[in-house]
């Protein structure tokens, strides 16, 4: 069995999307980050940090642990052989545009959605620094995706792990018709039957997770 815990964000999204992806039995535990309950001791017992998400695959018989979106991703796929290729020319590029996605369009799209939407003083110079930032980021993968159906050679983690910051980011900050090809990846990615069951159970968990409050 496989524990996850998790929220409703972007980064939380990326390893029920790659759960799912997989086929993989799971059990699914909302960490509600809007209470601090990432920063209680049975949550930082999982990952030290108190950021979602938070595996646990117990699936060998020991508990596993794993945190960090893109460790998560990793892990899952080495274990399933399955989304990472093996041979290393296309291993290393699809570690390259999944960490392009770890260090670049979250840290970025994050820090502009915080400094426009919950910093209690406006800074206009935080929210155009980064603003501009996640639009150039966006721009790098709509240039990488006008020649190809996915990020690097066939659909890997890489796409899975991009998919929902790069979607928060077209939402935000793209102008109308902004990034065709992005958008084009990001309908593609988000019809496969996999990415529609993950966001459906992790809104469906969080409804039920109001109607107990």
Do not use: C
Not at 142 to 154: E, F, N, P, V
């Amino acid at each position: 069995m496989i524990d996850l815990y998790t929220w409703t964000t972007p980064n939380g999204e990326k390893p029920v999307l790659m759960l799912e992806e997989l086929g993989l039995d799971y059990a699914l535990h909302l960490v509600d980050i809007s209470t601090g309950a990432q920063k209680k001791p049975d949550f930082l017992a999982l990952n030290p940090n108190g950021r979602i998400p938070a595996l646990v695959d117990r699936r060998s018989g020991a508990d596993l642990r794993v945190f960090e979106s893109g460790a998560i991703l990793v892990h899952l796929a080495e274990q399933s052989g399955r989304f990472l290729p093996t041979a290393p020319a296309e291993r290393a590029e699809t570690f390259a545009w999944t960490f392009f996605q770890v260090g670049g369009t979250g840290p970025m799209i994050g820090q502009y959605h915080h400094f426009a939407t919950y910093a209690k003083e406006t800074i206009p110079y935080a929210i155009e620094r980064y603003a501009a930032e996640g639009r150039r980021l966006l721009g790098v993968l709509d240039g990488r995706l006008s020649t190809r159906d996915h990020l690097a050679g066939a659909y890997s983690i890489a796409d899975i792990i991009n998919y929902s910051w790069a979607k928060a980011g077209v939402d935000e900050l793209a102008e109308e018709g902004q990034f065709p090809a992005l958008r084009a990846w990001l309908e593609r990615v988000g019809s496969r039957p996999a990415i529609v069951a993950g966001l459906s159970k992790l809104s469906a968990a969080k409804a039920a997770l109001s109607d107990k409050a």
